[in-house]
Nanobody, 124 residues
Framework: QVRLIESGGGSVQPGDSLRLSCAAS????????GAWFRQTPGKEREFVAA????????YYGDSVKGRFTISRDDAKKTMYIQMDNLKPEDTAVYHC?????????????????WGQGTQVTVSS
């Protein structure tokens, strides 16, 4: 059974940092591209960042470029997103996802496995 479990969410103030983790089990993690999406009530999931197998290629959504950094540790079967200079508009539930592909995609439809999400709240 494939499981992706996010952790590291919380409530912070504008300008603060958080690092989210996504621990994978039940799959050969290094065969999979990984991504982070976020969602707020009433809106579609928004692409945040993606990382290819081996971490060679990374994509970022326009709203997080220069502030967020995606990474992966295949030995630990874990993916991360370092979020710096957080803004109130970053408030959302953050989900990690995995796709068995050599291609990177910004579309949620292309990811087969999803975590349950972790809440990030940025407020003064």
């Amino acid at each position: 059974q494939v499981r992706l479990i996010e952790s590291g969410g919380g409530s912070v103030q504008p300008g603060d940092s958080l690092r989210l983790s996504c621990a994978a089990s039940g799959l050969t993690f290094n065969w999979y591209a990984g991504a982070w999406f976020r969602q707020t009530p009433g809106k579609e999931r928004e692409f945040v960042a993606a990382v290819s197998r081996q971490g060679l290629i990374k994509y970022y959504g326009d709203s997080v470029k220069g502030r967020f950094t995606i990474s992966r540790d295949d030995a630990k079967k874990t993916m991360y997103i370092q979020m710096d200079n957080l803004k109130p508009e970053d408030t959302a539930v953050y989900h990690c996802a995995a796709a068995h592909t050599t291609e990177l995609s910004q579309s949620a439809d292309d990811y087969s496995y999803w975590g349950q999400g972790t809440q990030v709240t940025v407020s003064s």
